[in-house]
Nanobody, 124 residues
Framework: QVRLVESGGGLVQAGGSLRLSCAAS????????MGWFRQAPGKENEFVAA????????YYADSVKGRFTISRDSAKNTVYLQIDILKPEDTAVYYC?????????????????RGQGTQVTVPS
């Protein structure tokens, strides 16, 4: 059974940084794309970033380019999301997702597996 566990969230003042982790266990993925998504209260789930586990190619939402960095540690089966210059609008539950069903990677519903999420709060 594939399991994804996010960690690293918390309450951080605006301008600060966080590194979120997503540890994968329990299986292997046929499609080596993992993504990060976030959902703020009252809003739709939003694509943040994705990475090709195999080749390292990365994809970002325009709204986070320059502040968010996705990376992976293959030895640890872990994907990271570095968030710099945090803003109040970054407040959300952040989810990682794995095993894209097809070529689309920009919706959380494109993935077979997702974690329980980690809360990031940036007070205004």
């Amino acid at each position: 059974q594939v399991r994804l566990v996010e960690s690293g969230g918390g309450l951080v003042q605006a301008g600060g940084s966080l590194r979120l982790s997503c540890a994968a266990s329990g299986g292997t993925f046929r499609r080596p794309i993992m993504g990060w998504f976030r959902q703020a209260p009252g809003k739709e789930n939003e694509f943040v970033a994705a990475i090709n586990w195999s080749g390292g190619a990365t994809y970002y939402a325009d709204s986070v380019k320059g502040r968010f960095t996705i990376s992976r540690d293959s030895a640890k089966n872990t994907v990271y999301l570095q968030i710099d210059i945090l803003k109040p609008e970054d407040t959300a539950v952040y989810y990682c997702a794995a095993e894209a069903r097809g070529s689309s990677i920009y919706s959380i519903y494109d993935y077979v597996y997702r974690g329980q999420g980690t809360q990031v709060t940036v007070p205004s």
